[in-house]
């Protein structure tokens, strides 16, 4: 790298030469001429139209903002809301050296740091004197002017028969080569956010687009279509998730629309949905693979909102006894199709309930048979991934089952909330202690899953359910004989009921 530190300073210190190049008013150009002044072995007369427009001798070190800029397209782009790519197309000139094609991979290897780097563009380009050599593109940007080459670094390159000499080369710069927070900052109005962010599921790029930016929603979609291979559709959603469905509705901003049914891996399992219709966060893919960590072979989870399987699908691959349920029947559909799809459809007991009838009913018959079991081994685990209310269902684990517990491994609640409170730990304990009617400090769990929005955290918390809250009270009673209320005293003649004194008191007033 000593080497190419000093090569840059040598660029910088080259002689000052006028900068040949092609324009629409001067379409020719004079010899072109290497930077000791000699000129190149073919003449100007023999190259190409094509070729005299991109070759010519290297001025002066490059010094105008826009051969620099290499990473904003033209600036007629600036508001633009439907997508115009040839609009983007400008031309820079960038220093370029003449190299062997016999040691071209040797060269480029050393010089790395200074080759020229853009999305889609090659950095080698035919080199129009001398068919057996080729140019080899640098950026501009990578060419510091406070070095020098010495000769023992000058003598290095030679021995790859490379000649310190540089040229330039207007290279023209397409939609192709910039990225797409390039193309959106060039697009934008000055100032305004940009974002490029969005979730991948299968084929379709999920957006949550501002206000701001609404304007250039279509525009926006087709980039992100464009610079991400795989994507045929992208999305925006128009509303927040709040039916007890759990879907939302989209407008489709770019590429296909009639198909929303898409495929996505997690964790080496495939999931099949139609997307416009149930709910999926590949951000959630840590979490997953957090709460199916925790079971072992032979485990019960009981998955209250099941959704099309991502905590139900990987708990039957460990083996675990699964009951799924959810309400949405798009998604109970495609929660049985990805049991069948991943054949574990013989561990999964499959409900389209609603999450109170859910717990109340299948999920209150299996904890009786296995919790009455002496010797059980296995752990219950119960999942509650509706973060918008799912709190608001624990207080069906109040006085659920009768009796007494008959072991002391009581099931393990997993139950997701969103805060929006300073301390969003306790806010989410407060309320679940609220619901179950009992103190939970000591006895549970509250992490961070993600950040949804500013000021907004989605939370678990994670506990055993206390057997006070889990099981009816029994009465209390003094002692063992006292089981029903005594029988009144037949009073003697000479005492008198309370009710008859206070009779007695009223009529002498």
Not at 398 to 425: N, W
Request: with cysteine; hydrophobic share 40%.
């Amino acid at each position: 790298m000593r080497i190419f530190r000093q090569l840059n300073g040598f660029f910088a210190r080259l002689p000052k030469v006028k900068a040949f190049g092609t324009t629409a008013s001067n379409t020719s150009l004079p010899p072109v001429r290497a930077l000791g002044g000699q000129p190149f072995d073919q003449p100007l007369g023999r190259l190409s139209a094509a070729q005299r427009k991109h070759f010519s001798a290297m001025p002066e070190m490059l010094d105008s903002q826009a051969d620099l800029d290499l990473d904003t397209p033209h600036p007629r782009v600036r508001g633009m809301t439907t997508l115009d790519r040839a609009a983007f197309t400008k031309e820079v000139v960038v220093p370029a050296l003449r190299v062997k094609k016999d040691v071209l991979p040797k060269v480029m290897k050393s010089i790395k740091g200074v080759l020229l780097q853009r999305p889609g563009l090659k950095r080698i380009a035919d080199d129009p004197g001398d068919e057996g050599r080729r140019l080899v593109l640098l950026d501009p940007r990578q060419i510091p002017a406070d070095s020098s080459l010495g000769e023992a670094e000058q003598e290095v390159l030679r021995g790859f028969d490379v000649s310190p000499e540089v040229l330039k080369y207007n290279l023209e710069l397409t939609y192709e080569n910039f990225k797409a927070e390039e193309v959106l900052q060039a697009v934008l109005p000055e100032g305004q956010e940009v974002t490029t962010a969005f979730s991948r599921i299968g084929h379709i790029a999920h957006l949550n687009l501002r206000d701001h930016q609404l304007p250039y929603r279509h525009l926006i979609g087709q980039v992100i279509i464009d610079k991400n291979p795989g994507l045929t559709c992208a999305v925006n959603k128009t509303n927040i998730i709040d039916s007890a469905y759990r879907n939302f509705k989209m407008e489709v901003l770019a590429g296909e629309e009639a198909n929303m049914v898409t495929k996505v891996k997690e964790h080496y399992i495939t999931y099949e949905f139609d997307f416009s219709k149930v709910y999926w966060n590949p951000r959630l893919c840590t979490e997953h693979s957090r709460i199916t960590g925790l079971l072992k072979p032979g485990d019960f989870l009981f998955d209250v909102f099941a959704g099309v399987g991502p905590f139900a699908v990987p708990a039957a691959k460990k083996k675990c006894v699964v009951f799924a349920n959810d309400l949405n029947p798009e998604s109970y559909h495609w929660l049985r199709h990805n049991c069948k799809l991943n054949k574990v459809d013989q561990n999964v007991r499959v409900f389209n309930l609603d999450g109170r009838d859910f717990l109340e009913g299948p999920v209150k018959e299996a904890l009786v048979q296995q919790l009455a079991l002496k010797d059980r081994k296995h752990a219950l685990h119960i999942v509650m991934n509706l973060p918008a209310m799912a709190i608001e269902f624990l207080d069906v684990f109040r006085h659920l089952l009768d009796g007494e517990p008959g072991s002391a491994d009581l099931p393990t609640v997993h139950c997701y909330s969103f805060s929006k409170q300073d301390e969003p730990a306790r806010d989410v304990q407060e309320r679940a202690e609220a619901r179950l009617g009992t103190s939970l400090e000591g006895r549970c769990s509250v992490e961070l899953v993600r950040n949804v929005a500013p000021h907004k955290e989605m939370m678990r918390i994670s506990f055993r359910i206390p057997a006070e809250v889990l099981y009816k009270e029994r009465p209390s009673h003094a002692g063992k004989w006292d089981l029903q209320e005594p029988a009144s005293k037949r009073l003697r003649p000479s005492e008198e009921s309370p009710e008859q004194t206070e009779k007695e008191s009223i009529q002498e007033s």
